[in-house]
């Protein structure tokens, strides 16, 4: 896709929440997470990302804002989990999702088949995010036709920089070298470390688990309460 049109889908720099709840979390299924994004939209996010046909459906009938669709699978003996084959690809596009999130790991022969799914994606009329773990990766993943980089698996792979925050040094790296929007993703605890991403470089930030996901925010103040009373 052109610059013009990959600038068109959000309009500005901002940020975008991921609306996400697996099978085995309290907010999983009903109409969670189209309510979620319902308020993500009213405090002014620029876009969402999601999990699923279900909640893309969802949440494209809930508000008018673009959808960064992706399909978690769990294949025997693949560490790919985030939409790893063809098939999730079409089902986020038949579902109505602008972009197309992809594990685009160097890991499993996976470059060679993320270009195939990128072709699709393309030639379907949708835009392709890039979730990425180190800085060779994120350059592989725009020679591949990447329309949006993201940072979103930095740490989540044995090879990739482990951190407990975000990974700023990437994203700033990447926007120095990357001709395509950085996507900042992963970690992402409070609106100072958002702010930093954009400032690092970052076209956009993702922020998901901080905001949407309250069993885990609940467990961070649990953890520091426990500090104090033992």
Not at 65 to 74: D, E, H, Q
Not at 94 to 118: H, K, N, P, S, W
Request: aromatic fraction near 4%.
């Amino acid at each position: 896709m052109s610059n013009q049109q990959i600038e068109r889908i959000f309009g500005k720099r901002g940020l975008i929440v991921s609306c996400q709840a697996l099978e085995d979390e309290p907010l999983h299924g009903g109409d969670a997470m189209a309510k979620m994004a319902k308020a993500a939209h009213q405090s002014g996010a620029i876009g969402i990302r999601t999990n699923g046909v279900a909640d893309i459906l969802a949440i494209k009938e809930a508000v008018d804002l673009p959808v960064i669709g992706l399909i978690k699978r769990n294949i025997p003996g693949s560490d790919v989990f985030i939409t790893p084959t063809l098939d999730e690809v079409k089902a986020i596009i038949e579902a109505g999702a602008e972009i197309v999130a992809l594990d685009i790991t160097d890991r499993e022969d996976r470059l060679a088949q993320a270009a195939l799914l990128i072709e699709y994606a393309h030639l379907a009329g949708a835009a392709v995010m890039a979730d990425v773990s180190t800085f060779e990766e994120g350059i592989a993943a725009e020679k591949l036709g990447a329309d949006f980089i993201g940072t979103t698996l930095s740490g989540y792979t044995p090879y990739s920089t482990q951190l407990k925050g975000p990974d700023f040094d990437l994203i700033r790296r990447l926007s120095e070298a990357v001709q395509v929007p950085v996507v900042a993703e992963g970690r992402i605890w409070t609106p100072e470390e958002a702010a930093k991403a954009l400032e690092a470089g970052a076209t956009y930030v993702v922020v998901g688990s901080a905001i949407t996901r309250p069993q885990l925010i609940t467990a961070r103040y649990v953890e520091a309460v426990q500090k104090v009373v033992g």
